[in-house]
Nanobody, 118 residues
Framework: QVRLVESGGGLVQPGGSLRLSCAAS????????MGWYRQAPGKQRELVTR???????DYTDSVKGRFTISRDNAKATVYLQMNSLKFEDTAVYYC????????????WGQGTQVTVSS
């Protein structure tokens, strides 16, 4: 079982930056692929970025060059650095721990709101 707690969301002006954190409790954090998803009002949840247990990351096209995912296995935490924020980045951001390929489970955080507004 993995419990995920996101933090760092808030209100920011266009062009600004935020850093989201997702702290995991439980065992074997390093064995999980970690991802950030987001869901805007009236839209489906979408994958923003993910980082494998080996450290390989990928991003959806709309955030490439602006967002950076990283993980600190010693702290059992994954981060999302968001720069050059745009109105369309407004959403609830969710942390995901995916261990299905390794015999673990699939876990979600409660979400943190990011609002980009002037």
């Amino acid at each position: 079982q993995v419990r995920l707690v996101e933090s760092g969301g808030g209100l920011v002006q266009p062009g600004g930056s935020l850093r989201l954190s997702c702290a995991a409790s439980g065992s074997h954090f390093s064995m999980y692929d970690m991802g950030w998803y987001r869901q805007a009002p009236g839209k489906q949840r979408e994958l923003v970025t993910r980082i494998t247990k080996g450290g390989t990351s990928d991003y959806t096209d709309s955030v490439k060059g602006r967002f950076t995912i990283s993980r600190d296995n010693a702290k059992a935490t994954v981060y999302l650095q968001m720069n050059s924020l745009k109105f369309e980045d407004t959403a609830v951001y969710y942390c995901n721990a995916d261990g299905l390929a390794y015999g673990g489970g699939d876990f979600w955080g409660q979400g943190t709101q990011v609002t980009v507004s002037s």
